[in-house]
């Protein structure tokens, strides 16, 4: 296994691991999308199982939330919303809005094929979610689900190359520190924040560095020996 491989199975294992504790027995993931409230700045993962529909907010107070395939009641597709389809989901008085963004062709191939298992999991609504702020309407698994990458401005083009530039430079400095004495780690933090900005492997990586510099600060200080008196 080369070694981009070995990355995006650790990656693919961290993203999963997320919502392991929430499934139960015999549940399997079979899709996964990265997502965002539609209204709201938290970010995280949308999940489908065999048994339901899954949501996991990251932050400092991380939550998950899901709806079993046979409580939802009503749901749609809005398209309109910032670029990236909204999926919205009614379940008795608890309503879900998430936007499932599409930043690259990459990505909305994989949105696609995650709105179309949706369909097919999913029970056929007799009407449309009924969000106030989105249009929604019905799609089923046998139609084409438009998703179309967001188009970059010249200037969301030229900072791309910047924070990329920039970034790789800092990450690349760190990796190297990493083995001598000096603040390595943190050059990575720094770098991998940086292009966080753009990409999303990035923001996995960056959550994964900030882990393990935060248990590493933690261990340090159980082996710091006490102050004498």
Not at 2 to 27: C, F, K, N
Not at 130 to 136: D, K, P, T, V
Not at 172 to 198: C, D, M, N, Y
Request: net charge positive.
């Amino acid at each position: 296994m080369g070694p981009i491989s070995w990355l995006a199975e650790r990656r693919q294992q961290r993203i999963l691991a997320y919502v392991d504790g929430h499934l139960e027995e015999g549940e399997d993931v079979l899709y996964w999308v990265r997502a965002r409230p539609a209204e709201g700045r938290a970010e995280g993962f949308a999940y489908l199982t065999n048994s339901r529909w899954v949501v996991f907010w990251q932050g400092s107070r991380p939550e998950a939330r899901s709806v079993r395939w046979d409580e939802i009641q009503a749901w749609g597709l809005a398209e309109e919303h910032s670029g990236s389809p909204v999926l919205g989901i009614e379940a008795g008085e608890r309503s879900f809005y998430v936007e499932l963004p599409a930043a690259s062709h990459q990505v909305a191939g994989k949105v696609r094929d995650f709105l179309r298992c949706f369909a097919e999991l999913a029970p056929r609504p007799g009407r449309r979610a009924r969000g106030r702020s989105h249009n929604f309407r019905l799609f089923d698994a046998t139609g084409l689900v438009e998703v179309t990458p967001q188009r970059k401005s010249l200037a969301r083009r030229t900072r791309m190359v910047i924070v990329t530039v920039a970034g790789a430079g800092l990450l690349g400095v760190g990796v190297v520190l990493l083995f001598l004495p000096g603040p390595g780690f943190l050059l990575v933090i720094g770098g991998l924040a940086l292009l966080s900005t753009e990409f999303d492997w990035a923001k996995d990586g960056l959550s994964w560095a900030q882990d393990k510099y935060r248990s590493s600060r933690r261990r340090l200080g159980h082996r710091r020996p006490a102050d004498p008196e």
